[in-house]
């Protein structure tokens, strides 16, 4: 395989090694002397796989005793309609943080179940930075952040402090820095953009608050059937459980999400001081609300996209286009991304200043 600088926004990349292991275990698995897609979810070795995998997220995330971990599937956008069914009791109230298009997913399909107050929004500035979340009102059951915006390259450089407890959206964030999780009710996030392919979403329960809001939820959004069957209410999405556990291990060998936090901050550091040393671009976001994992950056010209992009290309570089909400380039840096993918970015952006500044 070529070597490829992958910067796609998600699905994304993953570490060698766990595509490695993961596409022979498709082939035969382990010495089970099938493949792990076509065996019973409820083999003693899968049971184990998804045992594993939620005791990992569990240990890594530094979650308290009170919370467990579910993998299930329909992704974070069904999770915007299961947070709010399981957190947001009959007739109550919810507090939502507007920062970019998938907190406008969640504040949609939250309306489904209650009523929503959107406490604070950056819309009007194309979502460039994080607003500041007073205090809410104590009726709101919780108020829902999104950790990190993954099309407008902001994120909350700390996590908000709440009077009510916090729900979060951290897809794109999970497992890239240390949090205090004693504020969260719930964290959610689809696996693909930092945890392994796509199929499969992470949800991480307070069970202490869990089963409050006096509603009969359909069983597949009843987070409490999930976890009366350990994650195995209908078969799972067996692939992606199994490749995520394996990133979680990888990510544990790594010395954990300490380690990697180190890695993605120097990552970052060294890109955006490059956005900001350089003539020829400029950042979206604004400098106090600007993301580790996604950075987004446009041409101050841009009569010279043609030229930029044939370079990057060039250099084997892909998925840099930004979204088309933002315009320019956008550059995910996730756990997998290595430092030296970074540094042959920054290499082409100094190259292109050199010939066309
Ligand atoms: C990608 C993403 C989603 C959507 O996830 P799906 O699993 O595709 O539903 C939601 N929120 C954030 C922050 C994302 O980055």
């Known amino acids: 395989m070529a070597h490829i600088h992958n910067y796609s926004a998600g699905p994304c990349i993953l570490p060698a090694e766990v595509l490695e292991q993961a596409s022979q275990a498709v082939k035969s698995w382990d010495d089970h002397g099938l493949s792990l897609v076509?065996?019973?979810?409820?083999?003693?070795?899968?049971?184990?796989?998804?045992?594993?995998?939620?005791?990992?997220?569990?240990?890594?995330?530094?979650?308290?005793?009170?919370?467990?971990?579910?993998?299930?599937?329909?992704?974070?956008?069904l999770g915007f309609l299961t947070a709010a069914m399981n957190f947001l009791p009959e007739g109550g109230q919810a507090a939502y943080a507007d920062t970019g298009t998938w907190s406008a997913k969640a504040i949609k399909e939250a309306k489904h179940a209650g009523h929503v107050n959107v406490v604070t929004s950056s819309k009007d500035s194309n979502y460039d930075h994080i607003p500041t979340v007073g205090e809410v009102d104590a009726q709101n059951a919780f108020l829902h952040i999104t950790t990190n915006n993954t099309i407008f390259g902001t994120q909350y450089a700390d996590m908000p402090t709440s009077n009510v407890p916090l729900v979060a959206d951290m897809s794109s964030d999970i497992l890239s820095r240390t949090f205090d999780a004693e504020p969260f009710a719930l964290i959610y996030g689809g696996v693909q953009k930092n945890m392994g392919p796509a199929g499969a979403v992470m949800y991480a329960v307070d069970t202490e608050k869990l089963g409050a809001t006096g509603r009969d939820i359909p069983s597949y959004l009843d987070l409490n059937v999930h976890l009366g069957k350990d994650s195995m209410f209908n078969t799972p999405p067996v692939f992606s459980v199994y490749a995520t556990m394996l990133t979680l291990r990888w990510l544990k060998a790594k010395g954990g999400v300490a380690a990697i936090q180190k890695e993605n901050e120097a990552k970052s550091a060294l890109l955006y001081a490059e956005i900001d040393r350089n003539a020829l671009f400029s950042g979206h976001a604004q400098t106090d609300s600007r993301s580790h994992m996604n950075v987004t950056f446009r041409l101050n010209d841009d009569s010279h996209a043609a030229h930029f992009d044939a370079a990057w290309n060039a250099a084997d570089i892909s998925g840099l286009k930004g979204h088309r909400s933002v315009g320019g380039y956008r550059a995910s840096m996730y756990n997998a991304l290595p430092l030296s993918s970074v540094e042959v970015l920054v290499n082409v952006m100094r190259e292109f200043e050199r010939t066309h500044g």
């Not at 409820?42 to 530094?62: P, Q």
Request: hydrophobic share 40%; aromatic share 8%; glycine share 4%.
């Open 38 to 77: 076509e065996m019973s979810h409820r083999s003693k070795a899968f049971v184990e796989t998804m045992d594993e995998c939620r005791a990992l997220t569990k240990e890594l995330l530094d979650l308290p005793d009170r919370f467990e971990i579910l993998y299930l599937q329909g992704g974070a956008s």
